[in-house]
């Protein structure tokens, strides 16, 4: 076995038992806005890294249609425009805000990427505060939230935010959907085993051994939670032990309530595993912002994911079916 990759934010990497005529290679490299590890199993180190450069290509494609903080990318033309007119963008584009709306239907709003109308709200980007932001402030910023007033016209492949001062933003599901495309578009370029990890947002595949990956224990960093063995699968973790705001001394979580304006609190950690990066990673955000008895009600009306929480406590608790996925994963 090969030695463990060094851990990285939330999760840790390790390989095994790869097919010895073939290298495993691997970059760090930062995309929208966050460190990515590309790790992919190749004939040679040539052909790894020319086939890495494709795949990061393929990210930056990405990132140039949905970055917020990209002026003339889609989304950041979608929030120039809002109350204005709608938005025509590419089918793509579309797809994701549509599925993004879906979210928040079926989590009753705890999930909602207009909550990107609150960010200016909080200073995560100095990371402290001397006081809590006053009410009135937080109460107008919320008027703008609203996954409701996001109108999308799927005949002329609009996007539409109905009030002036609206915003959106894939800052909750962006990562895990760029991982799981990442991952289509290296297995439909020849690659047969690899992992994409778009900061803790992780998509593997592999045609022959599983991959093991480490489930980061932020109150005892030496000692990794769990060890998953994942063939094709995604796991993806919601926390606030690397991402923070410390406020009047206290930390408060980047993962804010879009209905109270209020960073969620109550859990350290939350790591969902299942097919899908993005969904996954959409989970993992709204069980952060349920907490832990609505989280685990919540995630029951998807079988095919699991999940841990951590709670600001340090306890672990696993979903119902946690064990038995994990298994299924492995195969």
Do not use: C
């Not at 934010?9 to 930062?30: C, W, Y």
């Not at 109350?83 to 239907?105: C, H, M, N, Q, W």
């Not at 609203?146 to 894939?170: P, R, S």
Request: glycine share 8%; net charge positive.
């Amino acid at each position: 076995m090969s030695k463990p990759f060094k851990k990285l934010f939330f999760l840790i990497f390790l390989f095994s038992n790869f097919a010895l005529s073939q290298v495993v290679e691997v970059r760090d490299t930062i995309l929208m806005g966050s460190r990515f590890k590309i790790t992919i199993e190749e004939e040679n180190t040539a052909s790894a890294n020319l086939k890495i450069d494709r795949i990061i290509s393929e990210i930056v494609r990405i990132e140039n249609l949905i970055s917020d903080w990209i002026p003339n990318s889609q989304v950041s033309r979608i929030n120039e425009n809002a109350g204005i007119k709608p938005v025509k963008v590419d089918k793509e584009v579309f797809d994701l805000t549509k599925r993004a709306v879906y979210f928040s239907e079926i989590s009753n709003g705890a999930f909602d990427i207009s909550v990107a109308a609150l960010e200016k709200v909080y200073d995560y980007k100095e990371g402290w505060m001397d006081e809590f932001p006053d009410e009135k402030i937080i109460q107008k910023s919320i008027s703008k939230v609203g996954y409701q007033n996001i109108i999308l016209d799927e005949k002329n492949q609009t996007v539409f935010l109905k009030f002036k001062g609206m915003k959106i933003g894939f800052g909750s599901t962006g990562k895990g959907y760029a991982a799981q495309k990442a991952r289509s578009f290296a297995q439909a370029i020849g690659v047969q085993s690899g992992i994409i990890d778009a900061s803790g947002d992780i998509s593997t595949w592999s045609s022959n051994s599983n991959w093991k990956i480490g489930i980061h224990n932020p109150f005892r960093p030496k000692n990794p939670i769990d060890i998953l063995k994942l063939k094709n699968a995604a796991v993806t973790t919601s926390g606030n032990y690397e991402k923070f705001l410390m406020i009047g001394g206290k930390r408060y979580s980047h993962i804010i309530n879009p209905k109270t304006g209020i960073p969620a609190e109550g859990l350290t950690s939350v790591t969902v595993l299942g097919p899908d990066a993005e969904f996954a990673n959409g989970l993992s955000t709204t069980m952060m912002v349920l907490g832990k008895k609505n989280g685990l009600r919540f995630i029951q009306n998807f079988p095919d994911y699991a999940s841990l929480m951590i709670t600001d406590a340090g306890k672990v608790i696993r979903s119902k079916n946690y064990r038995k996925l994990k298994k299924s994963l492995a195969r």
